[in-house]
């Protein structure tokens, strides 16, 4: 079953703008990752956060945490037209020596140039 | 070399054929994973492979037989599929848990798989 939850499915925005996408899940995690998928192609880590850290930056990426809400968002700063991708969390329910990470559904991010 | 490579990149089969789907790393990662992605929907997690043994197996049908002959390599075998399994194959791995708390996935480009 999915356990991120993204919104919005879709965003569009322009060029130099902020782009904010969010995340929901439901059951507690050992991390919450974040990928960025071009169409059809392999997805690219982005950034990964700690279920006890609260936020961590990146270059132009941005990314909170709150694990009493379960959620997180991602904030890409400054957006330029190579950003535009599909955007996914990811959380880490892995056990013992063995990981799994599961994929929300998804946000698609077009930026305008 | 940090990247993981899948061939091929496209697969056309029959549902009768015998196939199968290629991933190597050579990132030292101890942990491997194939994932099936459908068009417009994220990618769903098939199985996981820690220190070339299975430990995850989310259901998936006996029509795909995953093997790990060594800790560079991931095979997913193919057989009898349905027009149902097109879809893009994604191999990925990682550090394992053990190494350490939280680690990133390398994922390759895919193999896009279409099943007639």
């Known amino acids: 079953s999915q356990q991120g939850e993204e919104d919005p499915q879709a965003l569009s925005i322009q060029e130099g703008e902020n782009a904010t996408m969010n995340c929901s899940y439901k059951t507690s995690i050992n991390n919450l990752q974040w990928y960025r998928q071009n169409s059809g192609r392999g997805l690219v880590h982005l950034i990964l956060?700690?279920?006890?850290?609260r936020e961590k930056h990146s270059g132009r990426l941005r990314v909170t945490l709150d694990t009493s809400k379960k959620s997180s968002s991602l904030l890409i700063t400054a957006s330029r037209a190579a950003d535009t991708a599909s955007y996914f969390c990811a959380t880490d329910k892995g056990q013992g020596g063995s990981e799994k990470l599961v994929f929300g559904k998804g946000t698609k991010l077009t930026v305008n140039p | 070399d940090t990247e993981v490579t899948q061939t091929p990149k496209h697969l056309v089969m029959g549902m009768t054929n015998k196939k199968s789907l290629k991933c190597e790393q050579h990132m030292g990662h101890r942990a491997m994973y194939w994932y099936k992605q459908k068009a417009k929907k994220p990618p769903e997690l098939m199985f996981v492979y820690s220190y070339e043994k299975l430990s995850i197996n989310e259901s998936v049908p006996s029509r795909f037989s995953p093997e790990c002959p060594n800790s560079s390599l991931l095979n997913l075998h193919l057989h009898a599929l349905q027009p149902e399994d097109s879809a893009l194959y994604l191999c990925?791995?990682?550090?394992?848990?053990?190494?350490?708390?939280?680690?990133?996935?390398?994922f390759g480009s895919g193999t896009r798989l279409t099943v007639v």
């Open positions: 990925a791995s990682s550090q394992t848990r053990t190494r350490g708390p939280n680690y990133g996935y390398t």
């Open positions: 956060i700690r279920s006890n850290e």
